[in-house]
């Protein structure tokens, strides 16, 4: 819901393929409109993604092309570590695309800040009930519609086939039967003195996406901020020792040192190349590990359990700028590249995990690894809903990185649990404050 830098292929979220270089545009101009050519309407779309992403978004367009020839789309794409700079910087000058791709977490930012045409009004009153509950809140600013989902993505755990099948360990047969915390840290700690790897696991937090720390806390029972999310709850024993069971990866020596919440390093590589035994990562890594781990069978399952289940809540969806000059055929596109039909091709094409109610049923025809898509397709189920009025939250990104300094010192510098979640409880009111 990892990027510039990575490997090719690794990210759905962070990286761009080999169609997308470095600020490259791929225009695509449909033809004339309506039986008209000279009333030919032009909308622009952007978005990151890699080369599976690209061909999707690709072969949407090349849709809407034969149902409306009357609407040219030029369409955009750039890496994603320019990608945020390069939108805040054309809306900055009113140049900005008319549609444009964002993540769930950034959709109250932009909302707030009034980048995003309210899409309330040119939606019917019953359209949010096409998705889950999660999802449409995350789109959702006081009771507006700012974005429309496109796809998710989220966090389970990756395992070496042959070292578990060797040391005969369990592997859950459903989500209701997932490692416990204790039955996970005991796997990693044999992982560790019989697996033959060098490190039992890493976590997919790294260039600062503290955020998916979260998913822990509330396995934990806990919460970062309170029902009303007006003040921090991190400081409870419950944060506090979320804190000291993840800190406690590092003391032990099961996680590499390097690979914490602030750290550059790709753990997808390590795992790859058999350094680990297992890997917290997303569904969107499966492609990079398809073809760069020739010497690893793999397979996913689900995220350890403590008194609850969570996951992370991950993916994309489609804004307007606020300003956009054709808002009719920008609405009308919308509509298309979210519509039912159009999402199940667009998942199947870019090998994304829906987010339409009517395509969550773990049947969708995927092209390859269809029994740990499915493990990503339950665990995506487990996304709590607070969680997902917290990481919307307008001043989340602000938290995130407080959030990431904190976790990055219990990690590498040995800070306690206990002064960790005052730092952190500390910042988020001084932020929710202003």
């Known amino acids: 819901m990892s990027k510039t830098g990575s490997p090719p292929g690794i990210s759905r979220r ?43 978004y690709e072969n949407v367009i090349a849709k809407y092309k034969t149902v409306r ?18 939108i805040d910087t054309r809306l900055a000058g009113r140049q900005a695309p008319d549609l444009f791709r964002v993540e769930f977490q950034v959709v109250g930012r932009y909302a707030r800040s009034r980048a995003l045409m309210d899409l309330t009004p040119h939606l019917p009153a019953d359209f949010g009930s096409a998705f889950p509950a999660a999802f449409w809140q995350a789109v959702n600013l006081d009771g507006r519609t700012f974005a429309i989902p496109q796809n998710t993505d989220t966090l389970a755990v990756f395992y070496n086939v042959d070292i578990f099948n060797r040391l005969g360990i369990r592997i ?23 697996g033959g790897v060098r490190y039992s696991f890493a976590m997919l937090w790294q260039n600062s996406q503290a955020y998916r720390w979260l998913p822990f806390l509330y396995q934990h029972g806990g919460q970062l901020l309170s029902n009303d999310l007006k ?16 800190q406690n990866w590092f003391k032990e020596g099961l996680v ?9 390093e790709q753990p997808q590589a390590l795992f790859a190349n058999g350094t680990l035994g297992m890997y917290i990562g997303g569904d969107w890594q499966m492609p990079y590990l398809d073809q760069n781990s020739p010497d690893v069978r793999w397979n996913a399952t ?20 606020r300003e956009t000059r054709n808002p009719e055929a920008v609405m009308d596109f919308l509509k298309f590249l979210t519509s039912e039909t159009v999402q199940r091709d667009f998942t199947l094409d870019g090998q994304f995990l829906p987010v339409r109610s009517a ?14 898509r499915k493990v990503f397709l339950e665990q995506a189920t487990t996304v709590p809903p607070h969680l997902v ?24 510098s040995g800070q306690s649990a206990e002064l960790t979640a005052k730092n952190i409880g500390a910042t988020i009111s001084t932020i929710l404050r202003t």
């Open 256 to 264: 590499p040192p390097n690979t914490a919440v602030k750290s550059n």
């Open 389 to 412: 009025q917290t990481v919307v939250l307008p001043s989340f990104s602000r938290i995130n990185q407080r959030l990431a300094d904190q976790l990055d010192l219990a990690f590498t």
């Open 14 to 56: 962070r990286t761009v393929g080999a169609l997308a270089g470095a600020g490259l545009s791929l225009p695509i101009i449909l033809s004339p409109v309506r039986g008209n050519s000279q009333a030919r309407t032009e909308i622009t779309l952007a978005i990151w993604g890699d080369k599976g992403s690209v061909t999707a």
């Open 69 to 86: 020839p009357d609407v040219a789309v030029k369409f955009e794409v750039t890496p994603f570590g320019q990608y945020y700079q390069q």
């Open 231 to 246: 003040t921090p709850e991190i400081e409870s024993a419950k944060g506090i020792e979320t804190i000291a069971w993840t």
């Open 302 to 321: 689900y995220m350890p359990r403590d008194v609850a289940m969570a996951s992370d809540l991950g993916g994309s969806c489609t804004a307007v700028w």
């Open 172 to 194: 859950p047969a459903g989500l209701a039967e997932s490692w416990s915390w204790a039955e996970f840290m005991d796997i990693a700690r044999l992982l560790r003195a019989r």
């Open 359 to 372: 395509l969550i049923d773990g049947k969708l025809a995927y092209a390859s690894r269809r029994d740990a």
